[in-house]
């Protein structure tokens, strides 16, 4: 469940920051495939997780467990991938069980 609750707090912080600078940031874009080979071949990064945003935009979370460095990226319907945050000490956590709320 933290690992979840993880995945879906970084999405959201993506597409929140996403939508803030989509527009602004345009000189951190650049096609899909250029992005993910300079996540992979310059930090090691590797998808983590993958979330849908505003207006079908693909939100991911790259990251390398060896160094702990972690990109989110935003990819629009066009396939342009644009850097939305990064940072380091990137940890992935234990998966537990979702024990089931009463409220839910």
């Known amino acids: 469940m ?3 609750f993880w995945k879906m707090t970084m999405l959201g912080i993506g597409a929140l920051l996403a939508s803030a600078s989509l527009s602004q ?3 951190t874009c650049a096609p899909r495939d250029q992005v993910i ?3 992979t071949s310059t930090y090691g990064e590797t998808r983590q997780s993958i979330g849908l945003g505003q207006n079908n935009a693909m939100v991911e979370v ?3 467990t060896d160094t702990g460095t972690w990109t989110i990226t935003v ?5 342009m991938t644009c850097l939305v945050a990064s940072g380091q000490a990137f940890e992935r956590l234990a ?3 979702a024990v089931p709320s009463k409220d839910a």
Do not use: H, M, V, Y
């Open 2 to 4: 933290k690992q979840d």
């Open 25 to 27: 940031a345009q000189q």
């Open 37 to 39: 080979e300079r996540l």
């Open 62 to 64: 790259f990251a390398s």
């Open 75 to 79: 990819t629009t319907a066009n396939g």
């Open 95 to 97: 998966r537990t069980r």
